[in-house]
């Protein structure tokens, strides 16, 4: 859960920096899809084979994503059935199969609301680190960015390569449309098949009926620990390297030296690619 909860919050991070017109009357986090509602139809090939299903709606602040997949790796085969809800307040990831279920607070919530207990001279101080930090940060996680790389069913995407992982995402947006994986003895790619834009069904943005969701208290905890941690540094004047060395570090526990993560390690893999959707994000603007 740490390592996980650590890729998140860079995330938000990252998420963060791409916002380097953000002013302090602006919510930093508040950006707009192109799409007030969409559903994208998702191919899995390679080591991991499947679909996944990403529902929007209100332009990106309300999301479910329902990967099906099966994984091989050496001699093991695990089949993975789970959704992932983000809602403003909660953050669910439901294990379809076990029947279970867990949910933690957004941490966006906290990162908003450490944002908003700054002074405005301290906000002034968080914006202009993060307009000077996005060169910074991307040599220190060696993130190479291109962007409008390619059009991927009509949208122009921006194109980002880092620690095995290539991203192609709609431009200025999370919004991954293809990605390429090789890490952690894992090769696969998620592609994009089709995009419909208009009304998607509401009871995909709540867990289904029957599961057994639990709070995770500790990870709530955990998450307004960091968002602190986060907003303390880039409210201080070495902000970059302190920044630099907290993104570096959550990307290294990735992949651990001489190991290689068992393929049931899927969650991993899905944070892996939502960094590398925030990292994407860097100059996507």
């Known amino acids: 859960m740490k390592t996980r909860l650590t890729l998140f919050m860079l995330c938000l991070l990252l998420s963060f920096v791409l916002c380097t017109t953000a002013s302090a009357e602006k919510n930093p986090w508040d950006i707009k899809l192109p799409f007030k509602e969409a559903t994208i139809q998702y191919s899995i090939t390679g080591s991991e084979t499947g679909s996944e299903t990403l529902s929007i709606r209100d332009y990106g602040k309300e999301r479910s994503r329902h990967r099906k997949s099966t994984a091989k790796m050496m001699f093991m085969t695990t089949d993975t059935d789970q959704i992932e809800i983000t809602n403003p307040d909660w953050l669910y990831t439901i294990d379809m199969k076990a029947g279970t279920g867990t949910k933690m607070t957004n941490p966006v919530k906290f990162m908003i609301e450490e944002y908003n207990r ?130 570096g570090g959550a990307m290294n526990q990735t992949q651990p030296s001489g190991q290689q993560a068992p393929p049931a390690n899927q969650g991993s893999q899905q944070d892996m690619q939502k960094a590398m959707d925030a990292l994407k994000g860097l100059f996507g603007k």
Request: aromatic share 4%; glycine share 6%; net charge negative.
């Open 118 to 247: 700054l002074s405005s001279k301290e906000k002034d101080m968080v914006n202009k680190n993060v307009q000077e930090m996005g060169t910074s940060a991307m040599q220190g996680m060696q993130v190479t960015v291109q962007q409008n790389a390619e059009n991927i069913l009509g949208y122009n995407c921006d194109r980002a390569s880092v620690a095995g992982t290539t991203s192609y995402s709609i431009h200025g947006t999370d919004i991954t449309l293809k990605s390429d994986v090789s890490m952690m003895g894992m090769n696969f790619s998620t592609v994009a098949t089709q995009i419909n834009e208009g009304s998607v069904p509401g009871n995909v943005f709540t867990p289904p009926a029957g599961i057994q969701i639990t709070h995770d208290k500790e990870a709530d905890d955990a998450a307004r620990a960091m968002a602190k941690s986060t907003i303390d540094t880039l409210k201080s004047p070495d902000a970059t390297r302190k920044m630099q060395e907290q993104a």
